[in-house]
């Protein structure tokens, strides 16, 4: 399985930016899909993650900024980023865990918030 994802750039704080993220096989085979990120010098964290029954799950820095969402006909989830700070600066990953347990990780897109 690959995951693809765009949708990183420069942005200025306050901004907004949405990541896509496409997957090559169809999202009904994948359990949950999440956004991860990595920012320098610190461990990855879960940002947001999104199961196959639509439950959605955030992390408590992003909660009421982030959206995730999927788009079953795309094979593609979202994660609309709002009111960014410069604290969210960092590598997005996506990550897929398929039905079978299988996990898997795209390679991602560099977020920088800054002025």
């Known amino acids: 399985v690959q995951l693809v994802e765009s949708g990183g750039g420069l942005v200025q704080p306050g901004g907004s930016l949405r990541l896509s993220c496409v997957a090559s096989?169809?999202?009904?085979?994948?359990?949950?899909m999440g956004w991860y990120r990595e920012a320098p010098g610190k461990e990855r964290e879960l940002v947001a993650h999104i199961t196959s029954s639509a439950r959605t799950n955030y992390a408590d820095s992003v909660k009421g900024r982030f959206t995730i969402s999927r788009d079953g006909t795309k094979n593609t989830v979202y994660l609309q980023m709002n009111s960014l700070k410069s604290e969210d600066t960092a590598v997005y990953y996506c990550n897929a865990v398929l039905m079978n347990g299988m996990s898997y990780w795209g390679k991602g897109t560099l977020v920088t918030v800054s002025s």
């Open positions: 096989t169809s999202i009904f085979r994948i359990y949950a």
